[in-house]
Every structure is written in C-alpha cells, then in structure tokens.
T-cell receptor
Framework: DSGVTQTPKHLITATGQRVTLRCSPRSGDLSVYWYQQSLDQGLQFLIQYYNGEERAKGNILERFSAQQFPDLHSELNLSSLELGDSALYFC?????????????FGPGTRLTVT | QQQVKQSPQSLIVQKGGISIINCAYENTAFDYFPWYQQFPGKGPALLIAIRPDVSEKKEGRFTISFNKSAKQFSLHIMDSQPGDSATFFCAAKHGGSRLTFGEGTQLTVNP
C-alpha cells in the first residue's frame, strides 16, 4: 500500500458527461501528479500540483482540469467525455516537486465511457 | 514524441532465470531513472531507481545498469520468481519532475 488513496475505484458514465476523480496524497507529501494509462498511449503525464499551485502540464486535454485544495487532496475533472477517454487514471504523490523525489502511485480509477 | 523506448514488449523466463529489460532515452536532460512494477488492477510501484552519475545500482535481486554515453539503461532481475510476473515500466524525469514512461514489458516467470 503506497499511502495514496483514490476514489472512486471504478466509474462508468456516458459520452458527454462530466466526472470528478479524487486523490489524497501520502501524509506529508506536497506534490500531486495525475497520469492517464491507456492501451494505445501507455502511461502519460497529465498535470502536477505542488502545495496548491499548478507546477507542470503535460498532455492534458482542454476538457480536463485539476486542482489541489488547501488540505492537499486533489481532484481531476473530466468533462464532455468521449469514448476515447476510457482509461485508468492514476494519482501519484511525492514530498516535493524536485527531480529526485520518488513518486508513489495510488491504485487508480478505472473510467469507462459508454 | 516517445522519449523513452522500452524492449522487449513481453518476456517469458523460467523460474530461477535472469530477466533483462532494456530502455533507451533521447533527452539528455533526463537525470533520474526509476523502474516501476505494476500488477493487474494496481498502480505502478517504485522498484529501484538510478541517477546517471553511477553505472550500476543493486537492490536485492534487482540491478539497474546505466550507460550514459549510449543513453541506455536496463533492469536485471536475478533468480526470477513466479511472483515477479507483472508489467515493468522504465521511466525518466528531469527538472519539472514529470515522469516519462517507456511502453512497458509484460514479464511472465514460469514455475
């Protein structure tokens, strides 16, 4: 158990809908990362927050947004969902935002868009 | 643009054998190279990591070999066990600390 929690574990929704994925980092970790894992794209970095502020952006669609709250939990919002958004979404956390800080991954949320 | 290439895509070894997974990177700014193991239905778990100022790092049965000039690194699993069967990912990061992952290797260790 990495200490990173994600809810919900599974999510099934229809095209055009909006969903929110939640992540609680390990105790003491200030940085949160979101990754998407799909069969065709592999594991892709989406976005990073550090102590409430956006630190880095990757291949995140404009339909997706995220935020980190004062208690350091984070939410990933996915809107106008398309079939291709079906994937595993992982949250990871680390103590800081630097190069050598290890990232610990949560169990993921499996999103299915029908 | 895929910046970390991983091979093989799948690997089958016998119990007690050596598993070798290779990765190559393009971006010379990368300066931290972790390996993750992922079991079905679970998130990636950090296995071992190396920085480019060393050529080898060993932790138990797992060894990373790093060749900075060739921009390649590899994971060796000694005495492979059926419980090692999982998908392994190499990764790299720099500066902004996002991880760039390889495509993954599905390892099967037969008893």
């Amino acid at each position: 158990d990495s200490g990173v929690t994600q809810t919900p574990k599974h999510l099934i929704t229809a095209t055009g809908q909006r969903v929110t994925l939640r992540c609680s980092p390990r105790s003491g970790d200030l940085s949160v990362y979101w990754y998407q894992q799909s069969l065709d794209q592999g594991l892709q970095f989406l976005i990073q927050y550090y102590n409430g502020e956006e630190r880095a952006k990757g291949n995140i669609l404009e339909r997706f947004s995220a935020q980190q709250f004062p208690d350091l939990h984070s939410e990933l919002n996915l809107s106008s969902l398309e079939l291709g958004d079906s994937a595993l979404y992982f949250c990871a956390s680390s103590i800081g935002g630097g190069v050598t800080y290890e990232q610990y991954f949560g169990p993921g949320t499996r999103l299915t868009v029908t | 643009q895929q910046q970390v290439k991983q091979s093989p895509q799948s690997l089958i070894v016998q119990k007690g054998g050596i598993s070798i997974i290779n990765c190559a990177y393009e971006n010379t700014a990368f300066d931290y190279f972790p390996w993750y193991q992922q079991f079905p239905g679970k998130g990636p778990a950090l296995l071992i990591a190396i920085r480019p100022d060393v050529s080898e790092k060993k932790e138990g049965r797992f060894t990373i070999s790093f060749n900075k000039s060739a921009k390649q690194f590899s994971l060796h699993i000694m005495d492979s066990q059926p419980g090692d069967s999982a998908t392994f990912f190499c990764a790299a990061k720099h500066g902004g600390s996002r991880l760039t992952f390889g495509e993954g290797t599905q390892l099967t260790v037969n008893p």
